[in-house]
């Protein structure tokens, strides 16, 4: 999705400072992570201030980081952002623009400017001397920090080829010092990965869900008795129903259904049941569509992982979580 919007899209901030004091990149309303294994993002992040900057994969994340000298900043969302920038002060044409890919950047919309953190040093040479970063793999120039500037302020690229910016929110006086740096604490990734894992999850188990198979179509069954007002029981087969009178309306009372109780009891979430129930008639449908039974804790634990990642793939916040996905 898009980044969300608000009444007015002021040009971006152009700041986009390196700090070693990092561990994640910044963009004052969206941050960058730049390691992109999940499950394995600490240390490798970015922070974006500005929407404007930000790709179509956007995700809108809760967290928080916590900024130098005490205090935190909230974290709205997670983007790509690909930054136009100049190679070289000397080159032009061309070959004087490139691109800095930054992945999984952090939306801090309250940040002072957009951070690039130390993780850029593991992957760029650095020379202190010409201020520049260059690719150890083949010796070449692939970015470089703006002349006359305290920080190491990375020079983009100008219009048409960059993007149109605003002012800078840097003091260029000699009299401010300006300290830039950010933390991501380690539980905070781990969650947001962990929540990435199973969302990523749950599209690859829901694409098999509807296949040519017996489970596939029992899958369908259980779906299309929803929407007729049935509502089937993790026991229900067609031996078990031959004898059944005609107008038996058992299938509707709860002696029928005597495990809805305890499957309702694996999700602890106070909304998930009803979400849940809402979507498919009861949590036993839900289970028996995932091909889940309540009597193995593996497949109980799966229930709960595919309920909060299918809540969290239409919007829905569980009540325990910090993060928000759309």
Known sequence: MTPPKGEEDPLPCPSWIVSNGTNIQYAPPQVLL???????????????????????????????????????????????????????????????????????????????????????????????????????????????????????????????????????????????????????PESKQTRIATEIKRKDDMKSTSSGFFGDNEDSELARSVLRNFMLGKRPTLEDDDENNEGEDEGDSSTDGDESVPDEQYVDHLFTESNCVQWLESKYGSTQNFLLIQKLKPAFGSDCDDARIRAKALMAEAGIADDDSDTFWV
């Open 34 to 184: 730049h390691n992109t294994v999940a499950l394995q993002l600490t240390g490798s992040f970015s922070l974006a201030e500005d929407r404007s900057w930000f790709a179509d994969d956007y995700m809108p994340v809760e967290s928080f980081v916590e900024i130098s000298f005490g205090g935190t900043l909230p974290v709205i969302g997670m983007c790509t952002v690909n930054l136009p920038i100049k190679v070289a002060a000397n080159k032009t044409g061309p070959t004087s623009h490139g691109t800095m890919r930054l992945e999984n950047v952090l939306n801090v919309p309250s940040i002072l400017c957009n951070i690039i953190g130390a993780p850029v040093y593991d992957e760029y040479a650095y020379s202190v001397r010409s201020r520049a970063f260059t690719d150890p793999a083949t010796g070449r120039q692939v970015a470089y920090c703006k002349p006359d500037t305290k920080l190491c302020e990375i020079q983009l690229s100008g219009p048409p080829i960059g993007t149109e910016v605003g002012p800078s929110s840097i003091d260029p006086s000699p009299s401010v010092i300006h300290v830039i740096g950010a933390f991501w």
